[in-house]
Each structure stands twice: as structure tokens, then as C-alpha cells.
T-cell receptor
Framework: NAGVTQTPKFRVLKTGQSMTLLCAQDMNHEYMYWYRQDPGMGLRLIHYSVGEGTTAKGEVPDGYNVSRLKKQNFLLGLESAAPSQTSVYFC?????????????FGPGTRLTVT | DAKTTQPPSMDCAEGRAANLPCNHSTISGNEYVYWYRQIHSQGPQYIIHGLKNNETNEMASLIITEDRKSSTLILPHATLRDTAVYYCIVRVIQGAQKLVFGQGTRLTINP
């Protein structure tokens, strides 16, 4: 199993450009999450999904959109990138099964907006 | 959600036990204590969780006080690879489990 994978690993955008970050998991997990981490800070939840076709806002959703068209994929979109969105983005997934409590994280996408 | 307080940094000698404290004085009866760690710039890694009993797994032990207002994560024989930021998180176990990460404790294992 590859676990949680993220594409791309690095990206540089200019202000106003758009892009989509892809998260994929091969563990058949129901829950998926997008977090961002700024330098010296803990992770903050952007959006999450409790199942295919459903999404919900997290702590810092402004400026981002998400989609979960397939159970294994969770997409994070930036329609008009801003320098404040320079960050490391982590995706995570988790099963709904009782007795399993951990979130599995991907390796991160480092995004710089100039 | 209950908030947690952790020291910003700690040092420990290689081979010794690392004891990482966490205060969560406003924890509710149905909230669990979770510990994750983040090595360098990697994604966080789950370590252990507990409700009120002490827990142990292959990575660590978790000691929760009887009043549940604080806990300690113990790495019994710390190695250089345990150098990381350790996050103590308090959450209910049901539902979407939206984790809230504070700034954690930066643990440095010294040779």
C-alpha cells in the first residue's frame, strides 16, 4: 500500500494563478482532510470530507475549495492564489471503523505564492 | 474543545526516557488524549491515545492523571530518530475527529 500520496510535492505560483492539489489514498478510508502548516506553527484544518460527495469547512476554509468525487481522492483548489497561502499542505485520511483512531498523513505539498 | 498546554521545547539524552507533559485542565468526560509527532518536515505520525487508563504500545506509554487534567507521554529509550515536534491533542473519538494542533513540544535527543 502506498498510503496517502500528494501531488505535487513542490509548486511555485504567482499571485492570482490557480492550481489544484491532489490527495490520494489506497486504504479505502471514509474520512479525508486537508491541513495547512505555516512556519513554526501547528497544522490547521482547511476542509474535510466524511465520505464521497460530501465536504465541510474546517478552521481556515477561506480562499480554498475542495471536491471528493471519488472515495480515494480529495482535491484542494486555489482559485486565485495569494501570498498568504504560502504554506505546506498536508492531506490525511482515516477509517470510520470502530477501534481505529489514527489519521494517516501524506508527505505534504510545499507551496510558495510570489 | 479542550485546549492543551505543552512546553515549547525539551532535551533528552539518547538512551534515556523522554517524558513529555501536557496539561488539559478543561477536558470533558468523553474527550480522548491523542499524541502525534512530526519529524522534520514530514507529515504527522500517530503515536498513542487514551481516555483514562494508562496505555502502552510499541512506540510509547501514555500516563493520564486520575483527574484527567494532565498526561505524560513517555518514550522509554529515546533515540536520535525520536527528535521531532510532539503534539498533544484532546478530541472526542466519534465523528469526523477534526484535530486541532497547537505548537507542540520540540524534543531534541542529544547523543
Amino acid at each position: 500500500n502506498a498510503g496517502v500520496t500528494q501531488t505535487p510535492k513542490f509548486r511555485v505560483l504567482k499571485t492570482g494563478q490557480s492550481m489544484t492539489l491532489l490527495c490520494a489514498q489506497d486504504m479505502n478510508h471514509e474520512y479525508m482532510y486537508w491541513y495547512r502548516q505555516d512556519p513554526g506553527m501547528g497544522l490547521r484544518l482547511i476542509h474535510y470530507s466524511v465520505g464521497e460527495g460530501t465536504t465541510a469547512k474546517g478552521e481556515v476554509p477561506d480562499g480554498y475549495n475542495v471536491s471528493r468525487l471519488k472515495k480515494q481522492n480529495f482535491l484542494l483548489g486555489l482559485e486565485s492564489a495569494a501570498p498568504s497561502q504560502t504554506s505546506v499542505y498536508f492531506c490525511a485520511s482515516r477509517t470510520r471503523d470502530r477501534g481505529s483512531y489514527e489519521q494517516y498523513f501524506g508527505p505534504g505539498t510545499r507551496l510558495t505564492v510570489t | 474543545d479542550a485546549k492543551t498546554t505543552q512546553p515549547p521545547s525539551m532535551d533528552c539524552a539518547e538512551g534515556r526516557a523522554a517524558n513529555l507533559p501536557c496539561n488539559h485542565s478543561t477536558i470533558s468526560g468523553n474527550e480522548y488524549v491523542y499524541w502525534y509527532r512530526q519529524i522534520h518536515s514530514q507529515g504527522p505520525q500517530y503515536i498513542i491515545h487514551g481516555l483514562k487508563n494508562n496505555e502502552t504500545n510499541e512506540m510509547a506509554s501514555l500516563i493520564i492523571t486520575e483527574d484527567r487534567k494532565s498526561s505524560t507521554l513517555i518514550l522509554p529509550h529515546a533515540t536520535l530518530r525520536d527528535t521531532a515536534v510532539y503534539y498533544c491533542i484532546v478530541r472526542v473519538i466519534q465523528g469526523a475527529q477534526k484535530l486541532v494542533f497547537g505548537q507542540g513540544t520540540r524534543l531534541t535527543i542529544n547523543p
